[in-house]
Nanobody, 126 residues
Framework: VQLQASGGGLVQAGGSLGLSCAAS????????MGWFRQAPGKEREFVAV????????YYADSVKGRFTISGDNAKNTIYLQMNSLKLEDTAIYYC????????????????????WGQGTLVTVSS
């Protein structure tokens, strides 16, 4: 599976930005696809995840109510709509696939994800 993330850019605090991640290759209904981010000098952190089959979602507390993850199975693409952006949202955003996503909970540890996109930079300015 290859992942191609796009949509990053520069936005003012309080603004909105949308990211996309297109998957190519064989996908499966057992997959979950997530967004992670990594700010300079910080560890990679979980942002949001969506199941490929039923569209169930889960968010990090830091983005809940501001970010929305969605998916389009026909296009093998997931999206991350980011609203009310804050300075601390500045990071490189990565999409990733969890091939063996559990049915009863979501994995938030980036080390459990198998395939990764190249990352797209989001910069929030004051």
């Amino acid at each position: 599976v290859q992942l191609q993330a796009s949509g990053g850019g520069l936005v003012q605090a309080g603004g909105s930005l949308g990211l996309s991640c297109a998957a190519s290759g064989r996908t499966s209904s057992s997959y979950a696809m997530g967004w992670f981010r990594q700010a300079p000098g910080k560890e990679r952190e979980f942002v949001a995840v969506i199941t490929w089959s039923g569209g169930s979602t889960y968010y990090a507390d830091s983005v809940k109510g501001r970010f929305t993850i969605s998916g389009d199975n026909a296009k093998n693409t997931i999206y991350l709509q980011m609203n009310s952006l804050k300075l601390e949202d500045t990071a490189i955003y990565y999409c990733a696939v969890d091939r063996m996503a559990p049915r009863t909970y979501f994995r938030v540890n980036w080390k459990m994800y198998d395939y990764w996109g190249q990352g797209t930079l989001v910069t929030v300015s004051s």
